[in-house]
């Protein structure tokens, strides 16, 4: 294995609007991945040597964590594209070019940050030999959305 990596990431993006219960879905998150063997796999190293570990659910140290999009203590609402409204060659064109952010996004971010953060977060190198290979992240934009 070549060490922690984003190589194989599979990011999806989704952009909720409504009341949304956080520990509901992270209960419902962890709920997939108790299901699904290969979602709770680690590669361990012993001697030189990776192998297979399924992990029990009980065992299995995973969140679901929020960073908040706040605007500088201002009421105004944070703006993005709604790439709903774009053919999906304007979409394209349309993307902002940024770099991932530095670390992973905790806390607070502005939402200038916020494409860097959301780039960061889908590059994120997994160490599959003490992870397994899920992560999710949210992204609070305001109380509903």
């Known amino acids: 294995l070549e060490g922690p990596s984003p190589t194989y990431n599979s990011p999806v993006v989704l952009r909720l609007s409504g009341e949304l219960n956080r520990e509901a879905l992270g209960l419902a998150l962890r709920d997939v991945i108790a299901r699904h063997e290969a979602l709770r796999t680690v590669f361990p190293v012993a001697e030189g040597e990776p192998y297979q570990q399924v992990l029990d659910i009980a065992d299995l140290v995973w969140d679901l964590p929020v960073t908040h999009v706040v605007d500088g203590g201002s009421a105004a609402p944070v703006h993005l594209l709604d790439l709903d409204a ?13 770099g991932p952010m530095d670390g992973t996004p905790t806390g607070e971010i502005s939402p200038e940050q916020l494409p860097g953060a959301i780039a960061g977060v889908a590059g994120y190198a997994f160490d599959l ?13 305001s109380p509903e959305e």
């Not at 060659?89 to 940024?98: F, G, M």
């Not at 030999?129 to 934009?141: G, I, N, Q, S, Y």
């Open 129 to 141: 030999a003490v992870e397994v290979p899920v992560r999710a992240w949210l992204f609070a934009v």
């Open 86 to 98: 774009l053919s999906w060659d304007e979409a394209v064109r349309e993307l902002p070019l940024v």
